[in-house]
């Protein structure tokens, strides 16, 4: 035998689930908003700060040495393929004149480093402490310009039969930051002076 529910208790029963519809979806509606502005505030602080929950893979000071064996051999393609802001360092251009040839060369064979401690990272940013030994160029063209009694280029061979004797060494803090799945090395002042035998 069929059973009716009388009309007055149907929309009781209708309203009740409406009711209860309505609560669930404002449940939802609400927690989908959440969701979207925390994702904004992620979008917006990690364009600011970079990568905040991807740990930064690699061994910033694997960089460091890859960069500076690369300087050292003369690969400035790849040397410069680890530096953020720099496409060159100008050590690629061959001087025109006789003496700066000399000069450029005999900084190239001068170069040589050593790590100090270990690398501190913090975040998407580290830094390396290097000993970086090199030619002073200013102090070999100074000397060289004192030689009254030679000329400029036999003045410079004279002094480049002695050149150890006019190498140098700087410290150096050299700052790398996680970019792009890699690390990369910010150059600074004295880095880029260093390498270019201090002349800048």
Same mark, same amino acid.
């Given at each position: +035998? ?7 208790? $149907?929309? /009781? ?19 989908? @908003? ?5 994702? +904004? ?5 990690? =364009? ?5 929950? =991807?740990? %930064? ?8 040495? $890859?960069?500076?064996? =690369? ?22 251009? $061959?001087?025109? &004149? %006789? ?5 450029? $060369? ?8 050593? #790590? &100090?401690?270990?690398?501190? *990272?913090?975040?998407?940013? =580290? ?25 400029? #280029?036999?003045? #410079? ?6 050149? /150890? ?6 410290? @150096?803090?050299?700052?790398? *930051? ?23």
């Amino acid at each position: +035998m069929l059973s009716f529910i009388p009309v007055q208790q $149907e929309t /009781r029963i209708s309203k009740g689930f409406k009711d209860f519809m309505k609560k669930k979806s404002l449940f939802w509606i609400t927690v989908s @908003i959440i969701a979207v502005i925390t994702a +904004m505030i992620l979008c917006f602080v990690g =364009a600011g700060k970079g990568i905040l929950i =991807a740990k %930064p893979l690699g061994d910033p000071q694997k960089t460091v040495t $890859e960069f500076l064996d =690369a300087i050292i051999a003369g690969d400035y393609q790849k040397a410069y393929g680890y530096l953020d802001g720099y496409s060159t360092l100008g050590l690629e251009q $061959e001087p025109e &004149s %006789p003496e700066g040839k000399l000069v450029m $060369e005999a900084l190239k064979q001068s170069y040589s480093y050593s #790590l &100090s401690g270990t690398c501190a *990272k913090k975040g998407i940013n =580290a830094s390396q402490i290097i000993l970086l030994s090199r030619l002073d160029v200013k102090a070999v063209n100074n000397y060289a310009a004192a030689r009254s009694d030679l000329d400029y #280029l036999s003045a #410079l061979q004279t002094v480049l039969a002695d050149v /150890r004797q006019y190498y140098t060494s700087d410290i @150096i803090d050299i700052s790398l *930051k996680y970019i792009n799945g890699q690390w990369k090395i910010i150059p600074d002042s004295t880095l880029i002076s260093a390498l270019q035998g201090g002349l800048s």
